[in-house]
């Protein structure tokens, strides 16, 4: 399973970014599937992520309601859709999945996945 993520880039603050998490080896019609951020000297953050499609992706609070998951199953690739982003939005953005399902509960642990893309930095400015 290989995830290659892009889309990462600079942008002012209220702008918007969308970012891909290619995926081969591996679905993206089903989860887990997630995405993490993280910033020098802290830990890896969950942003959100699908467990399942049918129960739709879930938020981490400070993203909710800006930060939309969604997937292009033709193309293999699930996207966050970033809008009216913040400063405090910068960060490296990661994809990450796993083979076998787990509890929703655990969907924001970054210890349960298995495989990772490269990482895709986005820098908003203020």
């Known amino acids: 399973v290989q995830l290659q993520a892009s889309g990462g880039g600079l942008v002012q603050a209220g702008g918007s970014l969308r970012l891909s998490c290619a995926a081969s080896g591996r679905s993206v019609s089903s989860g887990p599937i997630a995405w993490f951020r993280q910033v020098p000297g802290k830990e890896r953050e969950f942003v959100g992520g699908?467990?399942?499609?049918?129960?739709?992706?879930v938020y981490t609070a400070s993203v909710k309601g800006r930060f939309t998951i969604s997937r292009d199953n033709a193309k293999n690739t699930v996207y966050l859709e970033m809008n009216g982003l913040k400063p405090e939005d910068t960060a490296v953005y990661y994809c990450?999945?796993?083979?076998?399902?787990?509890?929703?509960?655990?969907?924001?642990?970054?210890?349960?996945?298995?495989?990772w893309g490269q990482g895709t930095l986005v820098t908003v400015s203020s």
């Open positions: 990450a999945t796993r083979i076998n399902r787990i509890i929703t509960s655990a969907l924001n642990r970054a210890d349960v996945y298995t495989y």
């Open positions: 699908i467990n399942t499609w049918s129960a739709g992706p």
